[in-house]
């Protein structure tokens, strides 16, 4: 039985997505052959649309793919008013739209408290079915330093959310980790408020985000919630 387009269409996105992770910048812009239902979603060499001055560099450091097509990746850029302290980037495509940049390294963005915060890395990304980007950054926050962070919301709009240091309960919220996006959007990590106690967080850490934490016993578990993911 032949698969609906739909079907072929995200197959064949990914597939064009994860080819594209393995070109390498060292023979300039390259030009890949039209292939039936593969839709190409960038090539080493070819402009972003929104900012023709802006070009890919290399191929992808990494992707992440959503089962409805949507497709975000980490390289290198290069052009117009890009230097060595800028040329790192998130790239963002949605189905049907042209490849664009969501961050980029050198960015100001903001957390939740208002604060201006310097990203200085982007070290991975997810994305949902429905748009919506998580990305774990090392950053220079204002109140803590050099610190490690997690950014999150719709590709229009992302946030700060979690960072090494953050206040949270009279607590210092220590490095999060493991971060993963449910395909409904949820944002899920790891992160411990002391050295002993790892809890499993979802969305801004707090009383109400908190999934699970080891040492606490919960309703239907005889047992305290053992040590889990590190």
Same mark, same amino acid.
């Not at 997505?17 to 052959?33: D, M």
């Not at 490849?99 to 200085?120: C, K, N, S, W, Y």
């Given at each position: 039985? /032949? &698969?609906?387009?739909?079907?072929?269409?995200?197959?064949?996105?990914?597939? %064009?997505?994860?080819?594209?992770?393995?070109?390498?910048? %060292?023979? $300039?812009?390259? %030009?890949?052959?039209?292939? &039936?239902?593969?839709?190409?979603?960038?090539?080493?060499? +070819?402009?972003?649309?929104?900012?023709?001055?802006?070009?890919?560099?290399?191929?992808?450091?990494?992707?992440?793919? =959503?089962?409805? $097509? *949507?497709?975000?990746?980490?390289?290198?850029?290069?052009?117009?008013? !890009?230097?060595?302290?800028?040329?790192?980037?998130?790239?963002?495509?949605?189905?049907?739209?042209?490849?664009?940049?969501?961050?980029?390294?050198?960015?100001?963005?903001?957390?939740?408290?208002?604060?201006? !915060?310097?990203?200085?890395?982007?070290?991975?990304?997810?994305?949902?079915? *429905?748009?919506?980007?998580? %990305?774990?950054?090392?950053?220079?926050?204002?109140?803590?330093? /050099?610190?490690?962070?997690?950014?999150?919301?719709?590709?229009?709009?992302?946030?700060?959310?979690?960072?090494?240091?953050?206040? !949270?309960?009279?607590?210092?919220?220590?490095?999060?980790?493991?971060? =993963?996006? #449910?395909?409904?959007? *949820?944002?899920?990590? *790891?992160?411990?408020?002391?050295?002993? #106690?790892?809890?499993?967080?979802?969305?801004? &850490?707090? @009383?109400?985000? /908190? !999934?699970?934490? +080891?040492?606490?016993?919960?309703?239907?578990? @005889?047992?305290?919630?053992?040590?889990?993911?590190?």
């Amino acid at each position: 039985m /032949k &698969p609906p387009a739909s079907s072929l269409s995200r197959s064949h996105r990914q597939l %064009a997505a994860a080819i594209g992770c393995l070109i390498s910048a %060292a023979t $300039g812009p390259v %030009a890949l052959p039209d292939v &039936p239902g593969i839709e190409r979603v960038l090539t080493v060499g +070819e402009a972003f649309e929104a900012e023709p001055g802006v070009r890919l560099a290399s191929g992808f450091e990494s992707v992440a793919l =959503s089962p409805s $097509g *949507h497709v975000v990746g980490i390289g290198r850029i290069a052009g117009d008013g !890009v230097t060595a302290e800028s040329d790192q980037a998130l790239v963002y495509s949605a189905p049907g739209s042209p490849p664009r940049i969501l961050l980029r390294e050198g960015d100001l963005v903001r957390d939740l408290d208002q604060e201006a !915060v310097l990203i200085t890395r982007i070290r991975e990304a997810f994305v949902d079915q *429905h748009g919506n980007v998580a %990305a774990h950054v090392d950053l220079t926050h204002p109140l803590v330093g /050099k610190s490690l962070g997690i950014l999150t919301g719709p590709a229009s709009h992302l946030e700060l959310i979690a960072y090494a240091g953050q206040e !949270v309960d009279g607590l210092k919220l220590v490095v999060p980790m493991s971060l =993963s996006l #449910t395909a409904g959007g *949820h944002l899920l990590y *790891h992160a411990s408020l002391t050295a002993t #106690t790892n809890t499993l967080w979802s969305g801004r &850490p707090g @009383p109400d985000s /908190k !999934v699970i934490t +080891e040492g606490v016993t919960y309703p239907g578990m @005889p047992d305290k919630a053992a040590d889990f993911v590190r």
